[in-house]
DNA sequence: TTGTAAGCGTTATCAC
DNA sequence: GTGATAACGCTTACAA
């Protein structure tokens, strides 16, 4: 016999408010349905599965029954018999990055459209977490989202997979991201066209994906332009504000700056770039009279920072959306569509002017 | 009969690498425990439950077969059976609000560490999705700590529930805040100091907690230097950057400009105060020098700001480590220790500095 | 088109 | 201290 035994359960109708006072209302099961329905269980739940294989009368007297109950079906029971979570994993380098924000937005709108649930994991690099997580991914999740740009681990090897933004090369799953590349190359271009020869970049983490394309475009930039790329002016960051802070020095008078200094900087991301105007400031440089710097990502500090920066506005919410599309389509077994990279901007404000020197 | 009938699964000991190139292996279940260690899977149950009842030589056997095997009790067989999920519901007004991100990491290392995991939910006041996240809560999760101000709904009414930041007045729930009064009164008491005697206060959302602390803390403030409160110089705000931004019109001579114009402004939020620098700064004014200008929260951004920004620190990490903790002793039935708010700290840079009119 | 019934993997009760 | 076993609520193969 079981703890519950064949206690009555308190039940009560959806919006029948007189019950506030009673004990807490069990929610209705399929049962509960099925009886005022006057149909099987297995009815109930092919209404909501594949409502074609059910006679019209019936359906409408199944749905008027589950509406009355506000019956919701219990995802534990339909996880367990069904072996599907309806939930996805969104795998974050980094949650304090407020780049991503607006990505979980697009990509939990679209989710929850199609009766999906978000879970997010915040993974450093190199966090001995991982492997929990892939075993967590395996028994509570569908499909993972991966913007580490990094396989989660043998464990979830075999799920559903979406690599957005950071790409991991070589992995046979859908990518989505934009051309980074193409992106550096234009704020370069961008530089060049105000005059400006000796071009700094400002990097991001070694190894990372974005790093590479962004540094690749920033050579691609000074080629177009004639320009032979100078190790000498090519900074290491990490993508963060004390990165940022940290290159200033390079661009300073005194030991440790560039031999021939640079009048205008690329940084990777926005953040770097506002940690290196706001301690080029602080230091009595002018930007962008002094130094101009163009940063990535276009955040929402971008514009209100002062002087307002000039970047690369990604389509952040859009990635998201594509992403979630993509893992949809697995899920209904469908083949991702396979798109090209998405459409960015150079957004042009007041961090970037004419060089001066 | 049923679909997967009596097929054999696919299953190797954990670490068997020789099995690489099979079928998926199935992870495995509390009966192949029990098998390997010679017990009954109950036995297996106890040992996780509890380990004092069982013998410690059957302990010992069944949690090397536990590791042998990696097994991990599937979690949707667990809930349905025992009713419990595990997890907890994190409600957040805005998820870009990256004020958010450091008090979800507090949250998210104390409930691992018990066990638990998070799930974050992102609301915005009025959502119609209020109702779905009840209902989704009541099946989903254990608990929720909510940060938005307001209860669920009906359906969550009688789970275990937590206040953080923004309490809620006159809930029977635990409450875990900072002291907003006697924070924002401290910056008035910190621009008082300075020799400034017009104050202004850019408020928050109207009708918000936060909002009507600070404001009376602002008012405390004025008393203690016995200033008299000024309706005209309380601007209504909502803690974005837009509001700071149109609240520099205010300061700015011409029509709508306040009367006798302040030279102090507490915001009661750093973006708000940022967006109110930037706009200030953009207009010709100077920030310290004709505008002293201090926020609330210390995000990350205040202190890379130019000027960087004063403000009140608020202990994030120790927020959400606090409000877990709460929550964690809910659920273990025992009743959370009531604690005072937490400590606050008035960090002054360079955005305020002496009066000079 | 609908119903029957097995079983997903675990936990909790009861009996020993 | 340990084992047998009945649920938890649902989905789905198969029968009718």
Redesign the pocket.
């Known amino acids: 016999?079981?703890?519950?035994?064949t206690t009555v359960r308190a039940r009560t109708l959806a919006g029948a408010g007189a019950a506030s006072d009673a004990a807490p209302v069990?929610p209705a099961?399929?049962?509960d349905v099925a009886r005022l329905a006057?149909?099987?269980?297995?009815?109930?739940?092919?209404v909501?599965?594949h409502p074609e294989?059910?006679?019209p009368?019936?359906?409408a007297r199944v749905e008027e029954a589950v509406a009355r109950l506000g019956?919701v079906?219990?995802p534990a029971?339909?996880t367990?018999?069904?072996q599907k979570t309806r939930m996805v994993l969104v795998v974050l380098p980094d949650l304090e990055n407020v780049f991503f924000s607006r990505i979980l937005r697009g990509i939990e709108e679209t989710l929850a459209a199609a009766g999906y649930g978000m879970i997010i994991a915040d993974l450093g690099p190199a966090s001995p977490r991982a492997g929990a997580l892939a075993a967590f991914a395996r028994r509570q999740v569908d499909g993972v989202i991966l913007l580490n740009g990094r396989r989660l681990g043998p464990e979830a090897e075999d799920m559903p997979t979406i690599a957005l933004c950071e790409t991991i090369p070589g992995a046979a799953i859908p990518q989505i991201a934009i051309d980074n590349r193409a992106a550096a190359r234009r704020v370069v271009a961008h530089l060049v066209g105000l005059g400006h020869r000796r071009i700094a970049h400002l990097a991001g983490p070694e190894g990372n994906v974005l790093e590479i394309e962004r540094a690749a475009g920033y050579e691609d930039g000074l080629r177009d332009a004639g320009l032979a790329p100078d190790p000498a002016l090519v900074w290491p960051g990490d993508y963060t504000l004390e990165a940022g802070v940290a290159a200033a020095s390079r661009l300073l008078p005194g030991p440790g700056s560039a031999p021939e200094r640079p009048t205008a900087v690329f940084a990777s991301n926005d953040t770097m770039a506002i940690g290196l105007v706001g301690a080029l400031q602080e230091a009595g440089l002018a930007v962008p009279d002094d130094v101009s710097v163009a940063g990535f990502d276009d955040i929402e500090f971008a514009a209100m920072y002062r002087p307002a920066l000039t970047t690369v506005r990604q389509p952040r919410r859009d990635l998201g959306r594509v992403a979630a599309e993509a893992m949809l389509a697995r899920l209904a077994g469908r083949e991702a569509s396979a798109e090209g990279p998405l459409a960015t901007e150079l957004v042009v404000r007041a961090s970037t002017g004419p060089a001066r020197r």
């Open positions: 016999m079981d703890e519950r035994g069990a099961r399929i049962t006057e149909v099987s269980t297995a009815t109930v739940s092919r909501l599965a294989r059910v006679a009368g019936t359906r019956w079906p219990n029971a339909r367990l018999r069904s």
